[in-house]
């Protein structure tokens, strides 16, 4: 299977020469030959910024559908949690100077189209400013300075490579008042002789006379979930460009149709590539398979280049999906 930076180089390709074959065209209403105003000068593909080790890209606003089962090719079910992007716009590109003389780049996202009628003033001026409909979720991701992104880009599933790591950002499902069995995975007293009907009970809480208090963090009954939980190190095993599907191996927190964040894998990628760098190992900094990520971003126009289905080699088609 060739991989991701092949086929998109060739696709490239072919994109470009067909686009010099039509760049100079006459216009049909006014007579006069094309001007050299009106040529189209095409980038070449080494003109387009490479990512490299320290690079940081932006990441993804999308909305978990649920879960389904794929298997590899060895026949192994493996669980998937599908997250769908909805038309997901890059609306602002933030820098900020910080007390110690450091800057602060960021990218702002936005996705899921709102009502004009429910959106506030400033928002609506906030969203005609970077031209693009309202949206319900605006969140920003820091990046390097050679990551920012045209205000304005509607980024595409095809922004994450099969077989590369994600962490996915979202707000756990509230459990309610809970008891420190369930809330923390505590063992409980005995069940047998001597313990009354305090079995689920979470025992001794302090200590003596002295200190004579119970201290701050100790783990008790309250509260569980809805809380912001990261799931780190997840795979992504498929990338449906038709449907901007991301399909990845693993639960991901949150209830189903809540909005999740999605960003490279901090610890597998960010962390591993500036330890690697130092040694100058550049080729573990991305998993075994991936030969490069889209940079600075994956785009729709990069998604009408690719297939409909881009797959990890390790895995093969659902049977309860439709097909093509």
Not at 62 to 88: F, H, I, S
Request: net charge positive; with cysteine.
């Amino acid at each position: 299977m060739l991989g991701f930076r092949t086929v998109c180089r060739r696709r490239q390709l072919a994109f470009l020469k067909q686009l010099h074959s039509t760049a100079v065209v006459a216009n049909p209403h006014s007579g006069s030959p094309p001007s050299s105003q009106n040529k189209a000068t095409p980038l070449e593909p080494t003109d387009a910024p490479k990512w490299t080790p320290n690079s940081i890209r932006t990441g993804l606003i999308a909305r978990k559908r649920g879960m389904t089962a794929l298997w590899n090719d060895q026949g192994v079910r493996v669980p998937v949690t599908v997250l769908q992007l909805e038309n997901c716009q890059v609306t602002a590109n933030i820098r900020t100077v910080r007390k110690d003389h450091t800057v602060y780049h960021a990218v702002q996202v936005a996705a899921s189209d709102r009502p004009a009628k429910n959106t506030s003033l400033q928002m609506l001026g906030h969203f005609r400013k970077a031209k693009v409909p309202p949206k319900q979720i605006v969140k920003e991701f820091p990046v390097t300075p050679d990551a920012l992104v045209p205000v304005g880009t509607t980024l595409s599933a095809i922004h994450f490579v099969p077989g590369q790591f994600v962490d996915v950002v979202a707000n756990s499902i509230g459990k309610g008042f809970q008891g420190g069995m369930k809330r923390w995975g505590f063992h409980g007293l005995a069940a047998s002789h001597g313990v009354s009907i305090s079995h689920r009970s979470s025992g001794s809480t302090g200590q003596h006379q002295d200190p004579g208090r119970v201290f701050p963090g100790k783990k008790m009954a309250g509260r569980m979930g809805n809380k912001r939980i990261t799931t780190q190190n997840l795979p992504v095993v498929r990338i449906d460009t038709s449907l901007n599907l991301i399909f990845v191996k693993g639960t991901v927190p949150g209830v189903d149709d809540a909005q999740v964040l999605i960003r490279d894998a901090k610890k597998k990628m960010v962390a591993l590539s500036s330890h690697n760098q130092a040694k100058g190992l550049y080729e573990k900094v991305l998993p075994k398979g991936v030969d490069d990520l889209p940079f600075p971003a994956g785009t729709v126009e990069l998604a009408k280049t690719m297939p409909s289905i881009v797959e990890s080699p390790s895995y093969r088609r659902s049977p309860f999906l439709p097909l093509e």
